[in-house]
T-cell receptor
Framework: ELKVEQNPLFLSMQEGKNYTIYCNYS?????LYWYRQDPGKSLESLFV?????AVKQEGRLMASLDTKARLSTLHITAAVHDLSATYFC????????????FGTGTRLQVTL | EADIYQTPRYLVIGTGKKITLECSQT?????MYWYQQDPGMELHLIHY???????EKGDLSSESTVSRIRTEHFPLTLESARPSHTSQYLC?????????????FGPGTRLTVL
């Protein structure tokens, strides 16, 4: 059974600081997704990582994938309040994203 | 960007009622999904479909049923709602053959069963 673990589960950080969210998974997969969810809202796709060593960046967020270590990271650079949300990683078990296993989520709170 | 719609957005009903949660997408996506999410928790796949007349159960056992008669429509039905069904239900779709297979999510239906 595939397990996806994120840490930390909750992160409070000041504006301007850097931090990394980790996503570990238990079985082989070459495809990993990062989503953002604002309170009471749906999920917004952030990144799709398709192979070992993949790195994607959008604004202050950068995601990477190490399939050998079964680890993905979401790095936040110089955080701003607008980044406050819950971030989920999701691992593709089938190669066609027919079945995603989601992590527990990391609730990020950026304070002034 | 996919356009995917869910109705109702909020629903409060009594135990034993039959309900149908609607999900429609306008992108012509072949694959559609239903997830259940409790507040502050991860998403669990409860149903998915590869296309018309195709439905499969997901990882989380659910008493709900789904149908896929039209490509754009994937309703979820609870024959007799119970308080344990209280949760948020998210519908998603993705395109078969697209390299990234990104799933696009609807706004969700927040269900409360009294």
């Amino acid at each position: 059974e595939l397990k996806v673990e994120q840490n930390p589960l909750f992160l409070s950080m000041q504006e301007g600081k850097n931090y990394t969210i980790y996503c570990n998974y238990s079985t082989t997969s070459d495809r990993l997704y990062w989503y953002r969810q604002d309170p009471g809202k749906s999920l917004e796709s952030l990144f799709v990582l398709l192979s070992n060593g993949a790195v994607k960046q959008e604004g202050r967020l950068m995601a990477s994938l190490d399939t050998k270590a079964r680890l993905s990271t979401l790095h936040i650079t110089a955080a701003v309040h607008d980044l406050s949300a819950t971030y989920f990683c999701a691992v593709d078990r089938t190669g066609t994203a027919s079945k995603l296993t989601f992590g527990t989520g990391t609730r990020l709170q950026v304070t002034l | 960007e996919a356009d995917i719609y869910q109705t109702p957005r909020y629903l409060v009903i009594g135990t034993g009622k039959k309900i149908t949660l609607e999900c429609s997408q306008t992108m012509g996506h072949d694959k559609m999904y239903w997830y259940q999410q409790d507040p502050g928790m991860e998403l669990h796949l409860i149903h998915y479909s590869y296309g018309v007349n195709s439905t499969e159960k997901g990882d989380l056992s659910s008493e709900s049923t789904v149908s896929r008669i039209r490509t754009e429509h994937f309703p979820l039905t609870l024959e007799s709602a119970r308080p344990s069904h209280t949760s948020q239900y998210l519908c998603a779709s993705s395109e078969l053959g697209q390299q990234t297979y990104t799933q696009y999510f609807g706004p969700g239906t927040r269900l409360t069963v009294l």
